[in-house]
């Protein structure tokens, strides 16, 4: 067994947690926070600005795996179930414990893309990273989506890991 010291030590360190993170167990959601569940949350956009935002997860949606222990959470993937408009969507991943407004004032969010292949239920896409901090159990989450449609929609379903640190 290696003894690691100094700079050796906070390299095992980080590498232990991304190798954690990509090991990790995901869990996806659908509308509700419900685990498999294949009906998915509606986000809606503006007119090429940010719609309303979308509640994910309230602060008593997470853990999921209740009993273990679990510290922290992470978002970290998105499939797209149908879109309403063939023009990509930016989606913003909103995160804090006190209001929507609050936690984009502070830049707690971060974004993805996705651009549509079909229409609807014909969307043949696939699932989509998401880069964001890992969060305190008990953390809300919001998403909102921006489209060059008005009123454009998408329904998702998200992928969450949570941690024991």
Known sequence: MAIY????????????????????KCRWLGNGAVEDSLTGYTVISGNG??????????????????????????????????????????????????????AEAARQYSESIIMSTGLGANVRGSSTD???PRLPIGTK?????KNATNLATITIIVGIHEYLR
């Open 141 to 145: 989450l919001w998403a909102k989506c």
């Open 5 to 24: 010291t100094g700079k050796h030590t906070e390299t095992f360190g980080e590498v232990v947690e991304i190798a954690n993170h990509f090991h990790n």
């Open 49 to 102: 600005i940010f719609g309303s935002e979308t509640v994910l997860l309230t602060s008593i949606q997470t853990p999921i795996d209740v009993g273990v222990g679990n510290t922290l959470w992470d978002l970290n993937r998105v499939f797209p179930l149908t879109l309403s408009s063939t023009t990509a969507y930016i989606l913003r991943w909103i995160w804090g414990t006190g209001t929507v407004g609050d």
């Open 130 to 132: 998401i880069m964001m």
